[in-house]
């Protein structure tokens, strides 16, 4: 058994649908990664109403982006969904500080690990789903 087919081990419809759903917030996230590295005004304007100073927006900039890149690569995946889930929790705890909408990245991180259940067979190994006993 290849390394590849130990790691998916599913339908190839599972596999390619969790493929997709992956894509999904890891373009949402590099898109983000991006925004926040090229310190525009209104990236600038909104980490200062929440409470950040702009001296941090590299580096969480450079967090986010390492983040996703390590959710993207197929061997450190599971490493990278941790970290992102960390990272978007942060995320959802400043928009609930701010008194904002906080689904956002709720969302996005329920994506990302539905993405990643669908297309690596040692996370659906970790929680199993179950059919409800008879």
């Known amino acids: 058994m290849s390394a590849d087919s ?3 081990g599913g339908s190839k419809a599972m596999v390619w649908a969790g493929r ?8 949402m996230l590099l898109f ?3 925004v926040k590295l090229s310190k525009s005004e209104d990236v600038v304007k909104a980490f ?3 409470g950040y100073p702009e001296s941090v927006i590299v580096g969480i900039g450079v967090t986010e982006l390492i983040c996703t890149i390590l959710y993207a690569i197929p061997q ?3 490493l990278g969904a941790i970290l992102l889930t960390g990272y ?3 995320a959802a705890a400043t ?3 701010a008194g904002e909408p906080y689904f956002g990245p709720i969302v996005i991180g ?3 690990w539905i993405g990643l259940y669908l297309r690596d067979a040692r996370v659906r190994a970790l929680a199993p789903l179950r059919s409800l006993p008879k």
């Open 6 to 8: 130990a790691t998916t």
């Open 20 to 27: 997709v759903l992956s894509a999904l917030p890891v373009l």
């Open 32 to 34: 983000s990664a991006s």
């Open 48 to 50: 200062t109403t929440f």
């Open 76 to 78: 450190t995946a599971v």
């Open 88 to 90: 978007l929790g942060g």
């Open 95 to 97: 928009h609930v500080r």
């Open 110 to 112: 329920v994506v990302l």
